[in-house]
Nanobody, 125 residues
């Protein structure tokens, strides 16, 4: 089992920045990839960014590329999402997720095994 806990959400004006953290505990060595997803009211949960735990390869949705940066600190078992130049359309509940299966398609939320409770990000215009 892997337990995930997000933090760092909050309210910010458009153009501002936030840094989300996702602390993992439990069988963290089993994680192959970790990702961030978000869900706005009335919308489906969508992929934001992901990182492979060992190699550190990253992937981003086009909507956040160039503004968001995903990173991980293996020693601290923590993943981060630095969000800059935030837009009102970035407002959502952000979830971190961990996948333990090799060959995971990191953009597919259904391939992740563990999820955090989510943290709210609000962006005012």
């Amino acid at each position: 089992q892997v337990q995930l806990a997000e933090s760092g959400g909050g309210s910010v004006q458009a153009g501002g920045s936030l840094r989300l953290s996702c602390a993992a505990s439990g069988r963290t060595f089993s994680s192959v990839a970790m990702g961030w997803f978000r869900q706005a009211p009335g919308k489906e949960r969508e992929f934001v960014a992901a990182v492979t735990w060992r190699g550190g390869s990253t992937d981003y949705d086009d909507s956040v590329k160039g503004r968001f940066t995903i990173s991980r600190d293996n020693a601290k078992n923590t993943m981060y999402l630095q969000m800059n130049s935030l837009k009102p359309e970035d407002a959502a509940v952000y979830y971190c997720a961990a996948g333990i299966r090799y060959g995971i398609y990191i953009r597919n939320m259904n391939e992740y095994d563990y999820w955090g409770q989510g943290t709210q990000v609000t962006v005012s215009s």
